[in-house]
T-cell receptor, first 117, second 112 residues
Framework: DADVTQTPRNRITKTGKRIMLECSQT?????MYWYRQDPGLGLQLIYY???????NKGEISDGYSVSRQAQAKFSLSLESAIPNQTALYFC????????????????FGPGTRLTVL | GQNIDQPTEMTATEGAIVQINCTYQ??????LFWYQQHAGEAPTFLSY????GLEEKGRFSSFLSRSKGYSYLLLKELQMKDSASYLC?????????????FGAGTRLAVHP
């Protein structure tokens, strides 16, 4: 079984609809992240959470919200989807960093391809 | 500000060696990652450099120069399955947290 899973894998929706993307992990990691990827652009950080009570905005949080339901679950919501939110969305996890110079390798889920018409 | 540059596309021949460069300007630099991403799939971890020098891992090696803000990924004995995008990502420490800042990726095409 995959360590990081995302549902759904593909979704087509209409402008104005509310959408939730879900992420679960069995790696026992504290930290979880949501990114979006557009053609020709790097992965852009939407939100990140370093434990259940910690939620932080990333570079492009406008139009998105998140919920950390448990250590293993982190969901991303689009309250009112718009066409320029059409993208590939990735969830990632990493273990707790021990300090400023320790590795914090991120492991990615398989992605959700979202199309907003 | 944060800036990461890598070539958009590269092509190479099966069996050859290719070097993918990455230059960066960031604050709170902690280390540099390379990820491989096949089309439509998740990025997968390749290497991590925190100190200057070369890290070798099988056919793949990664180099870092912190003073020059420069890294490269070296792929030897290229295989067709190496056709993928290669993402350079800087680990930036700020506000008590480590975050990854990704470059746009280099799309490598390996041909026979």
């Amino acid at each position: 079984d995959a360590d990081v899973t995302q549902t759904p894998r593909n979704r087509i929706t209409k402008t104005g609809k509310r959408i939730m993307l879900e992420c679960s992990q069995t790696k026992g990691h504290d930290r979880m992240y949501w990114y979006r990827q557009d053609p020709g652009l790097g992965l852009q950080l939407i939100y990140y959470s370093f434990d259940v009570k910690d939620i932080n905005k990333g570079e492009i949080s406008d139009g998105y919200s998140v919920s950390r339901q448990a250590q293993a679950k982190f969901s991303l919501s689009l309250e009112s989807a718009i066409p320029n939110q059409t993208a590939l969305y990735f969830c990632a996890t990493s273990g707790s960093s021990g300090g400023a110079y320790s590795t914090d390798t991120q492991y990615f889920g398989p992605g959700t391809r979202l199309t907003v018409l | 500000g944060q800036n990461i540059d890598q070539p958009t596309e590269m092509t190479a021949t099966e069996g050859a060696i290719v070097q993918i460069n990455c230059t960066y300007q960031t604050s709170g630099f902690n280390g540099l990652f390379w990820y491989q991403q096949h089309a439509g799939e998740a990025p997968t971890f390749l290497s991590y450099n925190v100190l200057d020098g070369l890290e070798e891992k099988g056919r793949f090696s990664s180099f870092l120069s912190r003073s020059k803000g420069y890294s490269y990924l070296l792929l030897k004995e290229l295989q067709m399955k190496d056709s993928a995008s290669y993402l350079c990502a800087v680990e930036s420490f700020s506000g008590g947290y480590n975050k990854l800042i990704f470059g746009a990726g280099t799309r490598l095409a390996v041909h026979p």
